[in-house]
């Protein structure tokens, strides 16, 4: 890598760690997501800096040239935010699906007692 390069790699690193430090400091990423975020920023920085690692990843998992080494990392990470964002889906699909369910019956309770006005009220507790 020349030196070109790997100043533009740390640079881009540091920058993207930056971003992702400056959207949980103003809240716009919630911290439950920005671990993934952060890992990637640092692991950039990592091999960005650190170009010898890169290749001694390469020869261990077999690749033939860096630039495959990298994309599979990329796809990795593409896949691993996929896998997250769809179980944080399900679990809000999930929640939506019970703050309807509970609306429906407080709404069919709200219309019962307005159509029955001669219903009587609860009993009050005495302490």
Do not use: C, N
């Not at 540091?14 to 949980?24: D, Q």
């Not at 650190?50 to 994309?71: C, K, M, N, P, S």
């Not at 896998?83 to 407080?106: C, G, Y």
């Amino acid at each position: 890598m020349t030196p070109t390069q790997r100043v533009f790699a740390v640079t881009a690193s540091l920058v993207t760690f930056g971003v992702i430090l400056e959207l949980v400091r103003r809240r716009k990423l919630k911290e439950e997501y920005s671990f993934l975020w952060i890992v990637t920023g640092v692991a950039m920085l990592l091999l960005a800096s650190w170009y010898g690692l890169v290749e001694r990843v390469t020869a261990l998992i077999g690749a033939v040239t860096v630039t495959t080494t990298l994309f599979l990392f990329g796809l990795l990470f593409l896949l691993l935010i996929s896998v997250h964002f769809s179980t944080v889906l399900s679990r809000l699909t999930q929640q939506v699906r019970q703050l309807t369910q509970e609306l429906a019956i407080l709404s069919a309770e709200r219309d019962e007692a307005v159509r029955s006005p001669t219903a009587q009220a609860p009993p009050l507790q005495r302490d």
